[in-house]
């Protein structure tokens, strides 16, 4: 009986021990199971930052390139970005953050505006007065004059105005000039009208005519003129276009004030044509008549 119980109270310590081990390794095994998982859920955490900052860097990249495409200037952003398991920044320094980013939003807003301010416009040379001055007037020597092949009033001359090679001109002084005296003769040509063509032949000039409705006679230069040699009109600055624009009219604004005076001197609202240190334009039969 004695024997029996002592085994009995034996076998109960024997599985008292082996409950107690048991015990100790299922707390192990639940240890050790939750250690495992907390180091996976660290590692899947650390990843996940990782891809984050990589994320982060990758759109301030692509903000720094949109600020530059744009014309803007590049807000400075912070070098390292916080990682998910830093601790929260404090009050004051949030505060400060902002405070740097209102600044420099108000610089990068300042500079936009500067950028956009549109530039003053420069303005165009004044333009001179519409006068005699703009007139391109020179003495002229014909060299050669023949009938337009092509129309019985008009005259085709070959005219030395001082260049290099002389100007073909076309005139409409049949009916009023002689051919053989239109031959080696001086005129006055203007100079800067836009070459038009005249039946087929390009004309680069005009010969300035005294004209009434029955008559019509080129201008005579004082004598000494030579070819190239400037009309000027005193009180009037000689500043000629290098080609009058027909949309401006300019010798159309002119034209009604050049005339010649009763002693038959060419003039401008009254002045004299003059070649300087030669003496004055005139015509030989016609006083006041237009000039054209």
Not at 172 to 196: D, H, T
Not at 238 to 265: C, G, I, Q, S, Y
Request: net charge neutral; with cysteine; aromatic share 2%.
């Amino acid at each position: 009986m004695d024997n029996t119980l002592h085994r009995i109270q034996t076998k109960g310590q024997e599985a008292e021990n082996i409950l107690s081990f048991l015990k100790s390794e299922i707390k192990e095994l639940k240890d050790l199971a939750t250690n495992n998982a907390v180091s996976c859920k660290l590692k899947s955490l650390k990843k996940e930052n990782e891809s984050l900052v990589n994320e982060i860097n990758l759109l301030k990249q692509e903000l720094t390139e949109l600020q530059i495409c744009n014309g803007k200037k590049e807000v400075p952003l912070p070098e390292n970005c916080t990682n998910a398991t830093d601790k929260p920044t404090g009050k004051s320094e949030v505060t400060k953050q902002d405070a740097a980013t209102k600044q420099d939003s108000a610089v990068t807003k300042g500079n936009q505006e500067k950028v956009v301010k549109p530039k003053k416009e420069i303005k165009a040379p004044d333009e001179p007065p519409v006068d005699v001055g703009r007139l391109d007037l020179r003495v002229g020597h014909i060299l050669d004059v023949k009938k337009h092949p092509d129309a019985d009033t008009l005259y085709v001359e070959q005219i030395d105005v001082g260049e290099a090679s002389p100007r073909t001109v076309v005139s409409g002084l049949v009916n009023y000039v002689p051919l053989n005296e239109m031959q080696n003769r001086s005129v006055i040509v203007l100079c800067n009208l836009k070459p038009v063509k005249m039946r087929g032949i390009l004309s680069q000039a005009m010969v300035m005519c005294a004209s009434t409705p029955q008559a019509v006679e080129p201008l005579d230069p004082p004598e000494g003129s030579i070819p190239g040699d400037v009309v000027t009109v005193e009180g009037y600055t000689r500043n000629p276009d290098p080609v009058l624009n027909p949309k401006k009219k300019v010798f159309e604004t002119v034209a009604p004030d050049l005339k010649t005076n009763t002693d038959k001197v060419a003039t401008y609202k009254g002045v004299f044509w003059k070649v300087d240190d030669k003496g004055v334009v005139v015509s030989k039969n016609l006083p006041e008549a237009s000039i054209k």
